[in-house]
């Protein structure tokens, strides 16, 4: 099972983030032009906030919203989940699911370093278990019966 780090380690640690003062056509752009989903807030070094395509689609309801005037510090989510470097892929699951979440900010000795998508973590689980299937298949393959001198149908 590997862990946060890890998966971090293969996706690559590039990360895309924008000032507080930035918009949200600003922010848009950035998502856009490097496929994708959410957008980091930072300022004077920390990650302040976060700002996704589901914020997106909540905004586009409020009055007076508009992508090329509105300012990410404004609509942006400053409550951020952070999960440490060690934890699980099984366990990100499970808070992306009990959280309702799309995006965990991962940390080691309280300095962040990278974001995780569900699409990040279903995918290591997903090539986990086709690895852990393989070896269950080479394990139960009838050659393995050969020698108990069963009849193949």
């Given at each position: 099972?590997?862990?946060?780090?890890?998966?971090?380690?293969?996706?690559?640690?590039?990360?895309?983030?924008?000032?507080?003062?930035?918009?949200?056509?600003?922010?848009?752009?950035?998502?856009?032009?490097?496929?994708?989903?959410?957008?980091?807030?930072?300022?004077?070094?920390?990650?302040?906030?976060?700002?996704?395509?589901?914020?997106?689609?909540?905004?586009?309801?409020?009055?007076?919203?508009?992508?090329?005037?509105?300012?990410?510090?404004?609509?942006?989510?400053?409550?951020?989940?952070?999960?440490?470097?060690?934890?699980?892929?099984?366990?990100?699951?499970?808070?992306?699911?009990?959280?309702?979440?799309?995006?965990?900010?991962?940390?080691?000795?309280?300095?962040?370093?990278?974001l995780l998508s569900?699409?990040?973590?279903?995918?290591?689980?997903?090539?986990?278990?086709?690895?852990?299937?393989?070896?269950?298949?080479?394990?139960?393959?009838?050659?393995?019966?050969?020698?108990?001198?069963?009849?193949?149908?």
């Open positions: 099972m590997k862990t946060a780090a890890e998966l971090l380690q293969e996706k690559g640690n590039e990360i895309f983030s924008v000032p507080p003062d930035s918009t949200i056509y600003d922010a848009l752009q950035l998502m856009n032009k490097n496929n994708i989903g959410a957008m980091l807030v930072e300022e004077d070094g920390n990650i302040i906030g976060i700002w996704t395509e589901r914020d997106l689609t909540r905004n586009m309801l409020r009055d007076g919203f508009d992508i090329r005037k509105t300012k990410i510090k404004d609509v942006m989510i400053s409550d951020l989940i952070k999960v440490p470097h060690d934890c699980t892929t099984y366990k990100m699951m499970d808070i992306f699911l009990g959280k309702r979440l799309r995006h965990l900010l991962v940390e080691k000795e309280g300095k962040f370093i990278g569900t699409g990040d973590v279903i995918k290591a689980n997903l090539m986990a278990k086709s690895q852990e299937l393989e070896e269950l298949n080479k394990i139960v393959s009838f050659e393995y019966y050969s020698n108990w001198r069963w009849k193949k149908k």
